[in-house]
């Protein structure tokens, strides 16, 4: 499996607003299987007398036939229908709305780009991409952007899906109530990449999540050894500069993700693949056969400068 690839399910949920929306969907299921055991049942009982007239135990009986037609075709589906109703725009979608800002910790802020995720935390000024952190059992207020087309952003064991609309900010509540690693995905077609399009949530423990504040605010790690510092070099000549940032040197780029702590990341390119060596190595000198249509382009790299570059940016942690 891929970095990242594990299986993830809203019926799997870690959080109020998620319980709430997997109760529904059993809700639903329950609903809809007693539905079609109806359904069925009256298919069966048709087929089984065919051309014979009337049913079994009550013969032919013109008001039993119209009272079927009332209780299958509009009593039974108005009951279902208003219950679901109910339960799935009134009672659901309050529980799931976004807390008021003041009764939530802290923001992220979370921008949708063709094909990655940036976050950036304006209380305390780190920006990252792809990997989202939080202290564990927190109300997190989330606000949803997008860079270029709608996204989607969505962490099904968390809560529910909100849209990011360029040019408007939507908001939505980000509660875990464990510690431990929640994929998210983008869950609005957003051209070629859409698929490869997914992040994670890490929920830690207040301390942790602080400490993990604390070095990413930090300016990037200065390159050590003369391969990483060629590096350097070769990434600030470049063309990677002009797309990426990466804290305390002159790359400045915002088309791509920033990079300041790129190697204390577990996944890269929107959890395409895991951040190791080979990985890295192939995502570097051809991303494009990776994931076609990215803006990152493959670079016209020696041999030479291609390992400096590697040296460099896995020493960014
Ligand atoms: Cu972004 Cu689909």
């Known amino acids: 499996m891929e970095a990242g690839a594990r299986y993830v399910s809203p019926l799997d949920p870690h959080s109020p607003a998620a319980r ?22 009256l298919l069966w009982l048709g087929w ?6 009337g049913l079994p135990w009550i ?16 009593v039974i589906p108005a009951v279902v229908l208003s219950a679901l109703f109910v339960g799935a725009n009134l009672v659901v979608m309050r529980d799931t709305e976004p807390p008021s800002r003041s009764a939530t910790a802290m923001t992220i802020v979370a921008i949708g780009h063709q094909w990655w995720w940036e976050f950036r935390y304006p209380e305390s000024g780190v920006v990252t991409a792809n990997e989202l952190h939080i202290p564990a059992s927190t109300s997190v207020n989330l606000e949803a952007r997008s860079a270029d087309v709608i996204h989607s952003f969505w962490v099904p064991e968390l809560n529910r899906k909100i849209d ?30 859409h698929a490869n399009m997914a992040f994670n ?14 070095q990413e605010q930090a300016p990037a790690e200065p390159p050590q050894g003369a391969e990483a510092v060629a590096g350097m070099r070769a990434f600030m000549e470049g063309a990677c500069a002009s797309c990426h940032t ?6 400045r780029g915002t088309v791509g993700p920033d990079l300041t702590h790129v190697a204390s990341r577990a996944t890269l390119a929107a959890l395409t693949g895991p951040n190791r060596h080979g990985f890295l190595d192939q995502w570097i000198s051809d991303p494009q056969s990776i994931k076609p249509g990215s803006k990152m382009p493959g670079l016209e790299l020696t041999e030479a400068q291609f390992r400096s570059l590697v040296a460099y940016l896995s020493g960014l942690r």
């Open 201 to 214: 949530v890490v929920a830690e423990p207040q301390s942790g999540f602080q400490s993990w504040l604390r």
């Open 20 to 41: 709430d929306i997997a109760t529904l969907w059993w809700w639903m299921l329950a609903a809809a299987a007693i539905v079609f055991a109806g359904a069925i049942a």
């Open 246 to 251: 990466i804290s305390g040197t002159e790359a």
């Open 164 to 193: 990011m609309v360029p040019g408007q900010r939507n908001r939505i509540e980000l509660y875990a109530e464990h510690a431990g690693t929640y994929r998210g995905q983008c869950a609005e077609f957003c051209g070629l990449q």
């Open 48 to 53: 089984r007398r065919r051309g014979e007239p």
């Open 59 to 74: 013969g032919e009986s013109e008001r039993f036939n119209t009272g079927l037609v009332v209780a299958f075709g509009m």
